[in-house]
């Protein structure tokens, strides 16, 4: 079942949808979000949002939750879409139970 992953990723790739291979053991928690932001910006909202203990972004109620220490110089973006239906279909693909946000079936 090895190439699974990668037959699936050839076939979305047909639709403009990229995916990147991450091993599944290095991941710790997922977040998807819509965004023109860049991910520096982004980071600084969500740390501002921490500092102000500010209950709405779902980052600050993950790490109160779970008393997470949230490792800000390690955040990469995983993927990218071109599409409103591609970046849909790229939020399902990639939320799972370890996802801030809540799983999304397919």
């Not at 990723?9 to 091993?23: N, Q, S, T, V, Y």
């Not at 997470?68 to 071109?82: D, I, K, P, R, S």
Request: proline share 3%; with cysteine; hydrophobic share 40%.
């Amino acid at each position: 079942m090895k190439s699974i992953s990668e037959n699936i990723a050839r076939e979305l790739d047909r639709f403009g949808i990229c995916i990147a291979h991450k091993p599944t053991s290095s991941l710790q928690a997922a977040l998807s979000r819509h965004t023109g932001i860049r991910l520096g910006t982004r980071i600084n909202e969500h740390k501002l949002a921490i500092r102000r203990r500010d209950p709405l972004p779902l980052v600050f109620a993950h790490a109160v939750d779970c008393d997470h220490c949230l490792n800000w110089e390690g955040t990469e973006v995983v993927t990218m879409a071109g599409t409103k239906q591609a970046r849909e279909f790229l939020e399902a693909w990639h939320s799972g139970t370890n996802s801030i946000n809540g799983h999304v079936d397919l």
